[in-house]
């Protein structure tokens, strides 16, 4: 996918901007399984990337609210991971 590729780059607002685009026409879809276009811990990353944990926040609420108990574990350690990082970033600006 090209919002990985440009993540890989640090092309972090790009990624985005572009993830959000696929997010917008995924939910315009109806699909509800976030494992049929895993791309939603790619969008929370991004969004930590660019200091909006806003976005981020409500990426991985929408993220989780996708995932249902048979979802492959890899997709829900994405989610933890995504959490992880997220709790630490909202931490250090508590701290700041």
């Not at 919002?3 to 990624?15: C, P, S, V, W």
């Amino acid at each position: 996918m090209l919002a990985q590729l440009e993540l890989g780059l640090g092309e972090d607002a790009r990624a985005t901007d572009r993830l959000t685009a696929l997010h917008r026409r995924v939910d315009a879809m109806g699909v509800r399984n976030a494992a049929v276009f895993p791309y939603a811990a790619d969008l929370v990353e991004a969004c930590i990337r660019i200091n909006r944990p806003d976005r981020a926040r409500a990426a991985l609420t929408d993220l989780a609210d996708r995932l249902d108990d048979a979802a492959p574990a890899t997709a829900r350690a994405s989610l933890a991971r995504r959490q992880a990082t997220l709790a630490e970033v909202e931490n250090q600006g508590h701290r700041a």
